[in-house]
């Protein structure tokens, strides 16, 4: 596939990022770019949270500076307890590379603000137990794709617009959502 057609971005699961990471020995940090072109506070989540894996890369944001895995696990935690979308990212000229990871949230990145960005769908989607789902709604509120709704009561998933993040999965207090591979 050409380069030009495949995204910068896609998106993985917090796992699919811890698994990432791993693979790096050296990590750096900059501010979100997004968070910063907003001009005011991100409601969701702290300003430096865009994780790359070369310090030689052009940084979205300010404050660029190298850390330990210690800071980079506190951005994991970060990211699951404010439920930040991962979305790694690719070299610009080499897309099969990935550079780094930023955590992202439907408050100011510019995925979500902007329908016009593309993104590329993880390895995974979610798959929902219906026989024990209690259509509460908590995985409502944090499906930024709009993947899930309550509509009379009920859950309804549109399938296609699941993007594989996996934050429903982390919300559900019946265990009733799984992330199964795609392909």
């Not at 907003?38 to 300003?47: A, D, F, M, P, V």
């Not at 099969?96 to 995974?124: R, V, W």
Request: proline fraction near 3%; hydrophobic fraction near 30%.
């Amino acid at each position: 596939m050409n380069n030009d057609k495949i995204p910068f971005h896609f998106v993985c699961t917090h796992d699919e990022a811890a698994d990432l990471i791993k693979r790096f020995d050296r990590y750096w940090v900059s501010n979100c770019g997004c968070r910063e072109s907003r001009g005011s506070i991100c409601q969701k989540s702290r300003l430096d949270l865009c994780l790359m894996f070369r310090g030689d890369i052009p940084a979205s944001g300010a404050s660029m500076h190298e850390i330990c895995f210690t800071d980079v696990s506190n951005i994991l935690k970060e990211a699951s307890s404010k439920h930040l979308v991962a979305r790694p990212f690719r070299n610009e000229i080499d897309r099969k590379t990935i550079e780094g990871i930023c955590f992202c949230c439907d408050d100011c990145c510019g995925y979500f603000t902007k329908p016009e960005e593309q993104c590329d769908k993880g390895a995974l989607i979610e798959k929902t137990n219906y026989d024990i789902c209690q259509h509460c709604g908590n995985c409502v509120e944090v499906c930024y794709f709009r993947a899930r709704a309550i509509d009379s009561g009920e859950l309804q998933i549109i399938r296609d617009n699941c993007y594989g993040c996996g934050l429903c999965v982390d919300l559900c207090p019946e265990e009733a959502i799984e992330m199964i591979s795609t392909r």
